[in-house]
């Protein structure tokens, strides 16, 4: 068996540039592929908000009504309090590009949402449209101090009150 050999030509210097330009070519079509390819949330500002947007890291206050395709609302509520990590990832998303006292249309696609599992009233496979409006938003550090100033009111409530577990206040009649 003999192995003939053919000598290549050597590649000019305009060569070489096409041939980049035909890899960077490539690799930004894939790239397109891929951010084409990949689920998004439809995200519409009905009415623009203020001031920065909440991070993941932050509780949202927001009222909102979820509704399937058909049109079947499947959850409303006019002040939830949220948690932005935990929520679904579309959810999630939208709450991050929203701005306090702005009011949006958001559809999450079911990957970005309960996926192939259902959820309650809402079935496996199904896209979630949502009306939202966000009210306000704290860091989850601002909340938990909250809920410790509220807790020691309520235990100063409970023990120091008058006619409370103290007893009547001083001069009071007893029964």
């Not at 980049?20 to 070519?25: D, E, M």
């Not at 920065?52 to 399937?68: C, F, H, N, Q, R």
């Not at 259902?118 to 199904?126: D, H, K, L, Q, R």
């Amino acid at each position: 068996m003999s192995v003939t050999t053919v000598p290549l030509r050597p590649v000019g210097k305009g060569g070489l540039w096409l041939l980049w330009i035909g890899l960077v070519a490539l690799l930004a079509a894939g790239a397109a592929f891929a951010y084409y390819s990949t689920p998004r949330i439809s995200f519409e500002v009905v009415k623009a908000g203020t001031g920065p947007s909440p991070t993941i890291a932050d509780v949202v206050l927001v009222k909102y009504e979820g509704k399937l395709d058909d049109g079947t609302v499947f959850d409303a509520n006019e002040q939830a309090p949220m948690q932005v990590a935990q929520v679904v990832p579309g959810f999630s998303e939208a709450l991050t590009r929203m701005q306090k006292g702005g009011k949006y249309k958001i559809s999450i696609p079911a990957k970005l949402g309960y996926g192939n599992r259902e959820a309650g009233p809402i079935p496996a496979n199904s896209t979630l449209h949502f009306d939202v409006e966000l009210l306000d938003f704290r860091s989850e550090a601002e909340v938990r101090q909250m809920q410790q100033m509220m807790q020691q009111q309520q235990q100063q409530m409970q023990g120091g009150a008058p006619g409370g577990p103290a007893g009547p206040p001083p001069g009071a009649p007893q029964p």
